[in-house]
C-alpha cells in the first residue's frame, strides 16, 4: 500500500489558500482516479483507490497543519505502512509558483507539517513533493502569504502545477522517487526527452 498525504488546513476559510495546495493536488488525483467512498478516521479524510497496480490512501488530514503528523502516524500504524511508502504534498515559499521538486528524505525546510510528521514517524526518511507558491512580496508576512488565496492571474499557473503534480505522482507509484525526482525536478514539467 501506498499512502499519498496532502497537507493543509480543514474549513471554507482556508480553500484556495497557498498553504492548502497539498489538500487541493489530493482532490485533484481523487477526482483523475474517481475515488469515491470518503472516510473520516485517524483524524483525517481519506479514500483507498487503485492506481497503477498500487492500492494506494488518499489523506488529508484534519488535525490543521502543525499537528499533520498525528493522522499520518496513526494511519500508517493501522495500515502498517512504512514511511519511504507516503509522500508528503506540501507547499514551499521558497519555489516559484509553478515549480514542483522531489525529495526522498532530509529536513523540513519549515515547513510545520512535513517537520511534525517527520517528528512522529521517527525518521526524515519520508518521500516528500514541494509545490512552489513564491515568496511573500516585500515585507508581507509569511504565514500572512500563506494563507492567502492564490491570486487572479495566478489561477491559469496554479491548475497547470496541479496537473504536472498529479502526473508525477503517478511516476512515483510506478518507478519510486528516484523517478519522480529524474523526471520532475528542474523545470517543474516532465523532461520531454523521457516520453
Given amino acids: 500500500m501506498k499512502v499519498i498525504v496532502g497537507l493543509g488546513n480543514p474549513g471554507a476559510q482556508y480553500q484556495g489558500t497557498r498553504h492548502n495546495v497539498g489538500f487541493d493536488i489530493v482532490d485533484h488525483l481523487a477526482r483523475r482516479w474517481l475515488a469515491d467512498g470518503v472516510q473520516t478516521?485517524?483524524?483525517?479524510?481519506?479514500?483507498i483507490?487503485?492506481?497503477?497496480?498500487?492500492?494506494?490512501?488518499?489523506?488529508?488530514?484534519?488535525?490543521?497543519?502543525?499537528?499533520?503528523?498525528?493522522?499520518?502516524?496513526?494511519?500508517?500504524?493501522?495500515?502498517?505502512?512504512?514511511?519511504?511508502?507516503?509522500?508528503v504534498?506540501?507547499?514551499?515559499?521558497?519555489?516559484?509558483?509553478?515549480?514542483?521538486?522531489?525529495?526522498?528524505?532530509?529536513?523540513?525546510?519549515?515547513?510545520?507539517?512535513?517537520?511534525?510528521?517527520?517528528?512522529?514517524?521517527?525518521?526524515?526518511?519520508v518521500p516528500r513533493l514541494r509545490i512552489g507558491v513564491d515568496r511573500p512580496p516585500g515585507k508581507m508576512d509569511p504565514a500572512a502569504w500563506v494563507l492567502a488565496r492564490f491570486r487572479a492571474e495566478d489561477r491559469e499557473e496554479v491548475e497547470?502545477?496541479?496537473?504536472?503534480?498529479?502526473?508525477?505522482?503517478?511516476t512515483w507509484l510506478a518507478e519510486g522517487?528516484?523517478?519522480?525526482?529524474?523526471?520532475?525536478?528542474?523545470?517543474?514539467?516532465?523532461?520531454s526527452s523521457d516520453s
Avoid at 488529508?60 to 500508517?76: D, F, W
Avoid at 502545477?161 to 503517478?170: H, L, M, W
Avoid at 522517487?177 to 523532461?191: I, Q
Fill in 89 to 125: 504534498i506540501c507547499d514551499d515559499m521558497n519555489l516559484p509558483l509553478g515549480r514542483i521538486r522531489w525529495r526522498a528524505g532530509g529536513s523540513a525546510g519549515g515547513q510545520k507539517g512535513l517537520a511534525d510528521i517527520i517528528q512522529r514517524l521517527g525518521t526524515d526518511k
Fill in 177 to 191: 522517487v528516484s523517478g519522480a525526482m529524474n523526471r520532475y525536478n528542474g523545470s517543474g514539467k516532465a523532461d
Fill in 49 to 87: 483507490v487503485h492506481s497503477g497496480g498500487s492500492r494506494v490512501l488518499l489523506v488529508k488530514p484534519l488535525t490543521y497543519m502543525n499537528r499533520s503528523g498525528e493522522a499520518v502516524q496513526q494511519i500508517c500504524r493501522f495500515y502498517q505502512v512504512e514511511p519511504e511508502s507516503v509522500v
Fill in 160 to 170: 497547470l502545477v496541479s496537473q504536472t503534480a498529479a502526473d508525477s505522482v503517478e
Fill in 41 to 47: 478516521k485517524f483524524q483525517a479524510e481519506f479514500a
